[in-house]
């Protein structure tokens, strides 16, 4: 194809969060870079969880670095599109602004790959409405699942969107973990919560829905792994201590690759009671390896988690809903099998990396050529 000359603005890890990891997956795409003169800038300008939200003179300096970066592929080969998985809310947006303002002014085609909400509570303010009106004038918009659409109405007509649901790799040896699993069952089971120590990711409300379990007289062991967010492992523990779930309950820390296998390939049942999610990614991570999921009735979830089919989602916050879906799954083996296995199914038919990256490639070449 002529005039395949694509600009990648996205996030890369560190930190390592939905958001990077997609961009690190578009960044490695064979698919992607054999079929465009594709060009990469990484807009991150955290390297640890401990910096996002933080203003550090580092951040800034990275800040302009990109900005220059961004200028001079703008000056000396100009793209025919530009590709910007873009912030939409605090001091990232109007980062971003900035970046965009580079685009307006040199005419880009772009296209904005939103992976976060958040538009709807914040163009309330002036000044962020009339931001949202000059960075969405005349663009297209990826989302990740049409139950996202609502986000973005007042400022993105559909016929500008395109929808495109994130995929991940499946792990090696997939088929032998899930049979040896299925062959050696637990004799307690196992629940696994996999992201980082957040408010919002319902680490609160999974340890509140445990105790009313532990309560039942239910056996269940529960395994959070993950980094520190706006919990700290100190308040995690403490608050595991208060309501003595210590022989139920046990902390792990981050865990990657092996040791992250390892653990999923231990795990009966996956719990994800998030309250502010967009997609989550560690769900199709959970289908992978044909896990029962219980999670909510958030962002884009209902598209990846079929209710009553591959797991079960309840309202958010709801702490006796999820209990209770828990011990129901507890309970009965048959149904873990049997939820886990058309996850799994799910997973291969709609999930993939494979299928992630024709899509957006579809979508790429789309606007290319339109």
């Known amino acids: ?40 800038i990484n807009l991150l300008v955290s390297r640890s969880i401990d910096e996002t939200g933080k203003t550090k003179v580092l951040k800034l300096w990275r800040f302009v670095v990109s900005w220059f970066k961004l200028l001079l592929e703008l000056t000396k080969n100009k793209p025919n599109l530009c590709y910007f998985a873009l912030s939409i809310s605090s001091i990232a947006f109007y980062k971003d602004v900035s ?38 004038k005349k663009s297209k918009v990826i989302l990740l699942s049409s139950y996202l ?14 929808i495109c649901a994130n995929g991940i790799p499946d792990v090696e040896n997939i088929k032998e973990i899930i049979n040896n699993k299925q062959n050696n069952t637990n004799a307690i089971v196992e629940i696994l919560f996999l992201s980082n120590l957040m408010k919002s990711k319902g680490v609160y409300v ?21 980094g520190e967010g706006d919990i700290t492992i100190k308040s995690f ?11 139920h309950v046990k902390y792990l820390g981050k865990k990657y690759n ?4 390892s653990i999923f390939s231990k795990t009966d049942i996956f719990a994800f009671p998030t309250y502010n999610e967009t997609f989550g990614l560690v769900n199709l991570e959970a289908m992978q390896y ?8 958030e962002g884009g979830i209902p598209d990846v988690i079929e209710d009553g089919i ?53 979508i790429l070449q789309h606007l290319l050529l339109n």
């Open 206 to 226: 999974l340890l509140e829905a445990c105790k009313i379990i532990q309560n039942k007289k239910t056996s269940f062991h529960c395994t959070f792994v993950g």
């Open 310 to 362: 591959t797991g079960f989602l309840v309202p958010q916050k709801n702490v006796e809903a999820f209990a209770e879906k828990l011990e129901l799954l507890i309970k009965h083996s048959e149904l873990r099998i049997k939820m886990g296995v058309a996850g799994r199914k799910k997973y291969e038919n709609e999930f993939t990396l494979q299928t992630f990256e024709t899509k957006l490639k579809e």
């Open 237 to 247: 523990l403490q608050r595991v201590d208060e309501l003595n779930l210590e022989n």
């Open 99 to 136: 970046f965009v303002f580079l685009l307006k002014l040199f005419k880009v085609k772009t296209v904005f790959h939103i992976h976060s909400k958040g538009i709807k509570k914040n163009e309330t303010k002036k000044v962020n409405y009339l931001l949202y009106k000059y960075v969405f």
């Open 1 to 40: 194809m002529k005039n395949n000359n694509v600009l990648f603005l996205l996030h890369l890890p560190p930190p390592v969060h939905g958001v990077s990891m997609v961009g690190e997956l578009i960044k490695n795409s064979k698919e992607i870079n054999n079929t465009f003169e594709a060009r990469y």
């Open 258 to 261: 092996q040791d992250k296998i």
């Open 149 to 162: 659409y609502d986000d973005i109405n007042t400022f993105v007509t559909k016929s500008n969107v395109f």
């Open 290 to 297: 044909s896990i029962p999921i219980v999670s909510t009735f």
